[in-house]
């Protein structure tokens, strides 16, 4: 379960250094960002902002390609994990949370890994929101991606569905699931557990999302003045996911 962050109190697995360490060996594959990168090509991005950036993996591939990006993240250990990262020096790296991003004039705003589903009251949301719309220039882009709630995603969050054990360099065999803790109305909580095998660390990270239909997204993003151009599907989870592309007014498209 690839979640990314953007709030401003770090979840332990964004938060705790030993566990920032292992988030990308846990998770090599992400092909989901495949689709943020032909986006960027699409809408002729020459500026980005990587918004909830992570561990920088979206950044770096962007940066790599000759674009200018910054990337905000609230959670420095997975920042210092970011900055360590081949091409990590082409990109401009904030500590700050999604309500405090700087305007930019970006071309694009992206937020993959679910990071939309983090901001959990309205208040939040619409300060994100916010930012993000100055942070963009006339007629640039936010693309982002959220649960279908209609899926209900969460069904499969137990430890029988999500156990794993991976051997990771430099840390060893490393065991962990997820446990569904509680669902109330559109907010989902769970808990991640890592157990380091080799000296017998047990780590543990609570998450709480929000599950936002399609008719609240549109029009949260119309009250924040984010036109909606399309809503997509990810390839890599077809109907699934809400993909979202709205745009500030204004501008050259």
Known sequence: ?????????????????????????????????????????????????????????LACLLAARGLQVTAADPAGASLDVARRKPGAGRVRWLHAEAAAVPALGADLVTMTGNVAQVFTTGREWAASLAAIREALRPGGRLVFETRDP?????????????????????????????DLTGVAGSLVSFRMTFVFVSDGGVLTSDSTLRFRSRDELAQSLGAAGLAVDEVRDAPDRPGREFVFIARRPGGTA
Do not use: H
Request: proline share 6%; net charge negative.
């Open 1 to 57: 379960m690839r979640e990314t962050y953007g709030s401003s109190v770090a979840d332990a697995i964004f938060g705790e250094p030993r566990l920032a360490e292992i988030y990308d060996p846990l998770d090599p594959d992400r092909q989901d960002l495949d689709a943020y990168v032909a986006m960027a090509d699409e809408f002729r991005a020459s500026s980005v902002l990587d918004v909830g950036c992570g561990t920088g993996t």
């Open 150 to 178: 209609a899926r209900k995603a969460w069904l499969e969050w137990n430890r029988d569905q999500t156990y794993r054990r991976v051997v990771i360099p430099g840390a060893g065999p490393v065991e962990t699931w997820t």
